[in-house]
């Protein structure tokens, strides 16, 4: 491949990966979340966009990657699963800031991390570098189920 349809083909992957950021960003915190009892180790607000942009645009060089080595037919399945857990990414901002689901947003993140958890392997196995770029992804939401079940739990009588 050419390193002009190379770069094609990246920009491509970056806005398939981004389309979920988008729809994400849709649903903003606000004076809901602002109101709602968080524990202490919440991070500040303003770290969410770097993080998540980061964890993006390495989800989008793993697939790039990986689609570059393997192509589509390859890599099927793993295809399937990354291509499940961005939709799942999109949607918990929905359910967390735009319907105020902190309980459904939860287990949406538990299937969200099965879901990267599994895409990670399916990755890992075909091309090792691209299942080492969803790592990050894994601990984060691994951690933001933490946090999501956490508000949930202090928010539940409300």
């Given at each position: 491949?050419?390193?002009?349809?190379?770069i094609?083909?990246?920009?491509?992957?970056?806005?398939?990966?981004f389309?979920?950021?988008?729809?994400?960003?849709q649903?903003?915190p606000g004076?809901?979340?602002?109101?709602?009892?968080?524990?202490?180790w919440?991070?500040?607000g303003?770290?969410?966009?770097?993080v998540?942009t980061s964890?993006?645009?390495m989800?989008?060089i793993?697939?790039?990657?990986?689609?570059?080595?393997?192509?589509?037919?390859?890599?099927?399945?793993?295809?399937?699963?990354f291509f499940g857990q961005l939709?799942?990414?999109?949607?918990?901002?929905?359910l967390?800031?735009g319907?105020h689901?902190?309980g459904?947003?939860?287990?949406?993140?538990c299937l969200?991390w099965i879901l990267?958890?599994?895409?990670l392997?399916?990755f890992?196995?075909?091309?090792?570098p691209?299942?080492?770029?969803?790592?990050p992804?894994?601990?984060?939401v691994?951690f933001?189920t933490i946090?999501?079940f956490?508000?949930?739990?202090?928010?539940?009588?409300?």
């Open positions: 491949m050419r390193s002009g349809q190379q094609i083909s990246l920009i491509i992957w970056i806005g398939i990966c389309i979920p950021a988008v729809t994400g960003s649903f903003t004076e809901w979340y602002a109101r709602l009892a968080k524990p202490a919440t991070p500040p303003y770290l969410f966009g770097p998540w964890l993006y645009t989800m989008e793993a697939a790039w990657l990986l689609w570059k080595g393997v192509g589509l037919s390859g890599a099927k399945i793993a295809f399937i699963l939709i799942l990414n999109g949607m918990w901002s929905w967390f800031f319907m689901k902190p459904l947003a939860f287990i949406e993140l969200l990267i958890l599994a895409t392997i399916a890992w196995k075909l091309y090792q691209s299942g080492i770029l969803l790592i992804c894994t601990i984060w691994s933001a946090l999501n956490s508000i949930w739990f202090l928010n539940k009588s409300n």
